[in-house]
């Protein structure tokens, strides 16, 4: 290794840590650790998934016509300003990479996403992270951070692991203030289960320097498949799609996520089910003097009093099967994340909690 050095940045990566997906000497895990959708994937995905299953010895397309041209349908967006990666995550690499080098700044903020510091390292980039206020994305900090060196702001709208979106009008004073030198990415991995809002549609339509990316690995629960999508300005989609490997998603992939995208009244039921399993979770850990705010997204970050109580809770899920993302390394020892799930699972969390309480 001696002579053998890396590229500026790789070093300073700090492995992804994903959700955990078992528990030792548990038999029926509750997996809500990694906001998977409890309905499972989208039927028409699987049906379309199995009809194409045949063609696994053929390449896939390369230009994703297909699937860009559904997105291009649904969402009312032009499929040329649409680029489809391996899951956003790869979306959000094709914008790193491709803006951005060693010098370069790239901010995102306190309770984003844990990939975005990972994303800048790949890139080479310095990552800067900027404080957040009373958990949600402070505007005023983003632009007092941007430098002439900043190429980049990551957004997360609503963020993880904050479940807390921040209003429209913030979002257009954000697109409004960051410099023309600057992309501004709105990742919408939650959007569909925020009501009434756009992801960043409408700014990523219109402006020269906003670029919004979307997931198939929330509400429509193909996260094991691994597709994601950007919408953005033609340059920066052209300049974006030179980067990305031809054969990135494969045919089953893509078929099922082009059939998925199609099968809106799906998502709106799982948003429908969702919400109301939310607002039932939310009451439920604020009575059981679990802080709680109001969430945008299919989780809730609640927060324990302090760290101890915080484990004692985790530790009493646990002892019931049921598995919870701790938050410490978003800046949250005391916060646990909690997916949001179905009537029968949410009812599982509650009593878990309530009989830990009681007992304490
Ligand atoms: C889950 C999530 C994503 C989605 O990542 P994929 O690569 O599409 O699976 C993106 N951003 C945020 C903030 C997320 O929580």
């Known amino acids: 290794m001696t002579r053998i050095t890396p590229q500026p940045g790789i070093m300073d990566i700090a492995l992804y840590q994903g959700g955990a997906s078992y528990l030792a000497d548990v038999e029926n895990v509750l997996k809500l650790s990694s906001n998977e959708n409890p309905a499972g994937p989208c039927p028409a995905a699987i049906d379309a998934l199995t009809r194409t299953a045949s063609d ?43 803006f951005s080098g060693p010098g370069d700044e790239i901010i995102h ?6 990939m975005y510091p990972i994303l800048a390292n790949m890139a080479g980039a310095t990552p800067v992270c900027v404080p957040e206020r009373d958990r949600i994305v402070d505007v ?42 600057v992309i501004l990415v709105i990742d919408g991995a939650y959007t569909e289960y925020a009501d009434g809002y756009d992801g960043g549609l409408a700014l990523a339509r219109t402006r020269p320097n906003v670029l919004m990316t979307r997931t198939f690995s929330k509400i429509y629960g193909l996260g094991g498949l691994r597709v994601g999508w950007g919408y953005g300005p033609r340059d920066i989609i052209d300049v974006m799609t030179r980067i990305r490997q031809p054969f990135n998603l ?36 604020r009575q059981l003097g679990l802080a709680c705010d109001e969430s945008d997204t299919n989780f809730v970050l609640a927060r324990a009093a302090t760290v101890a109580e915080a484990d004692a809770a985790e530790a009493a899920l646990n002892a ?29 969390v509650i009593a878990a909690l309530t009989e830990w309480r009681n007992a304490s």
């Not at 903020?109 to 844990?114: D, I, L, R, V, Y």
């Not at 007092?144 to 979002?171: F, K, M, Q, W, Y």
């Not at 709106?268 to 089910?273: H, N, P, R, T």
């Not at 005391?334 to 699972?345: K, M, P, S, W």
Request: charged residues 20%; aromatic residues 4%.
């Open 140 to 181: 005023d900090a983003i632009l007092s951070a941007v430098t002439e060196r900043t190429r980049i702001v990551l957004l997360a709208n609503p963020g993880n692991p904050t479940g807390t979106r921040l209003p429209d009008a913030e979002v257009v004073r954000l697109a409004d203030g960051v410099p023309e030198h």
């Open 109 to 114: 903020t306190a309770h984003g996403f844990s």
């Open 250 to 285: 494969s045919t089953v992939a893509l078929s099922a996520a082009e059939a998925a995208v199609r099968d809106i009244k799906w998502v709106e039921d799982c948003a429908a089910l969702n919400a109301d399993q939310r607002a039932r979770l939310i009451g439920a850990l």
């Open 56 to 98: 696994m010895h053929r390449y896939p397309s390369t230009d994703h016509a297909a699937l860009r041209a559904a997105i291009a349908e649904v969402w009312n967006v032009d499929a040329d300003r649409v680029i489809c990666g391996v899951g956003s995550d790869e979306v959000l690499q094709f914008v790193t990479q491709a």
């Open 320 to 348: 019931d099967g049921i598995l919870v993302r701790r938050v410490a390394g978003y800046g949250f020892p005391e916060g646990i994340r909690i997916t949001v799930g179905n009537a029968d699972q949410t009812g599982r």
